[in-house]
Nanobody, 123 residues
Framework: VQLVESGGGLVQAGGSLRLSCAASGRTLSSFALGWFRQAPGKERECVAHMSRNGFGAWYADSVRGRFTISRDNGKNTMYLQMNSLKPEDTAAYYC?????????????????WGQGTQVSVSS
């Protein structure tokens, strides 16, 4: 499966962005999905992941209540709605997929990755 992110950009603190991750080659309904981010000089970290059936979602403490992960199987696309953005949210954001009932917050164990989209939040 190929994953392509879009929707990144520059936004002021307190603003919102919605990232999209479009899949091709396989239907996303067979996959658990996740969003990760990596800031310069830091390790890649998971911000959210959701189960294959869409009923379970996990969020990092740093984004819980501000970010929402979702999926539209009909469009074969996943999303990350980001509200109340902070300068510390600045990073490259990556979507990921694994053909299992659920994923994990570790960057290992995910089979497919997008190329990344940059999010920059100014203060």
């Amino acid at each position: 499966v190929q994953l392509v992110e879009s929707g990144g950009g520059l936004v002021q603190a307190g603003g919102s962005l919605r990232l999209s991750c479009a899949a091709s080659g396989r239907t996303l309904s067979s996959f658990a999905l996740g969003w990760f981010r990596q800031a310069p000089g830091k390790e890649r970290e998971c911000v959210a992941h959701m189960s294959r059936n869409g009923f379970g979602a996990w969020y990092a403490d740093s984004v819980r209540g501000r970010f929402t992960i979702s999926r539209d199987n009909g469009k074969n696309t996943m999303y990350l709605q980001m509200n109340s953005l902070k300068p510390e949210d600045t990073a490259a954001y990556y979507c990921a997929a694994v053909q299992k009932p659920s994923g994990s917050s570790s960057s290992t164990g995910w089979d497919y990755w997008g190329q990344g989209t940059q999010v920059s939040v100014s203060s």
